[in-house]
């Protein structure tokens, strides 16, 4: 079982950037796929991102191609998520979650909170305009 622990983020102003990051512990990260997601006040939880197992297939919203990077470091147990030309509605809590890489679809990944079985606690992001 793996635990998740999301930091990195903060009150920043429009333009700034942000590198958040998911320390990963009590399991072979390794073998799991990474997302983030994101709940802004009033919305439901949303994907934004997810990195396969290796590190080397990523996946994006939409919304936020070219704008969000994810990386993973497996010998660091990270997964970092740069977030460049924040704006005001980036604003959200920020969550990283895990599931069991067998377990899970790679074309696309998981893109659905409840196909995630491990969760952070989330890192507050709010952008000032």
């Known amino acids: 079982q793996v635990q998740l622990a999301e930091s990195g983020g903060g009150l920043v102003q429009t333009g700034d950037s942000l590198r958040l990051s998911c320390a990963a512990s009590?399991?072979?990260?390794?073998?799991?796929?990474v997302g983030w997601f994101r709940q802004a006040p009033g919305k439901v939880r949303e994907f934004v991102a997810a990195?396969?197992?290796?590190?080397?297939?990523?996946y994006y919203a939409d919304s936020v191609k070219g704008q969000f990077t994810i990386s993973r470091d497996n010998a660091e147990n990270t997964v970092t998520l740069l977030i460049n030309s924040l704006k005001p509605e980036d604003t959200a809590v920020y969550y990283c979650?895990?599931?069991?890489?067998?377990?899970?679809?790679?074309?696309?990944?998981?893109?659905?909170?409840?196909?995630?079985?491990?969760w952070g606690q989330g890192t507050q992001v709010t952008v000032s305009s």
């Open positions: 979650a895990a599931v069991w890489a067998i377990a899970a679809p790679t074309s696309p990944p998981p893109l659905h909170d409840y196909e995630y079985t491990y």
């Open positions: 009590g399991g072979t990260f390794s073998s799991y796929v």
């Open positions: 990195i396969n197992w290796s590190g080397d297939k990523s």
